[in-house]
């Protein structure tokens, strides 16, 4: 079983970036996917999240009106685009998959291996 993030990368103060993360080993449709930040120094932090029958998606309240979440079942990948990009959005990115829709990092039981986001002033 294995969640792969891919995506990140280097980007200006108002840019965009599209993260993936594709499931693998097993299906996920049935779970909710969901996305989670940490930066340096801090805890890691619920994003946006959706559920496994399209429930949601929910969003922090830091990425309200800037991130889109959306999955591909055929595909088992959930897709995050990030719009309007802030420095204080720089944090490693990670994809998690939970049995229920949520905002609690504890909640989610597997884990990928986090994407690096870079947002420069």
């Known amino acids: 079983v294995q969640l792969q993030a891919s995506g990140g990368g280097l980007v200006q103060t108002g840019g965009s970036l599209r993260l993936s993360c594709a499931a693998s080993?097993?299906?996920?449709?049935?779970?909710?996917m969901g996305w989670f930040r940490q930066a340096p120094g801090k805890e890691r932090e619920f994003v946006a999240a959706i559920g496994g029958s399209g429930r949601g998606p929910i969003h922090a309240a830091s990425m309200k009106g800037r991130g889109t979440l959306s999955r591909d079942y055929a595909k088992n990948t959930v897709y995050l685009l990030m719009a309007n990009l802030r420095p204080e959005d720089t944090a490693v990115y990670y994809c998690a998959a939970s049995p229920t829709l949520s905002i609690i990092v504890g909640q989610y039981i597997y884990w990928g291996q986090g994407t690096l986001v870079t947002v420069s002033s």
């Open positions: 080993g097993r299906t996920f449709n049935g779970y909710a």
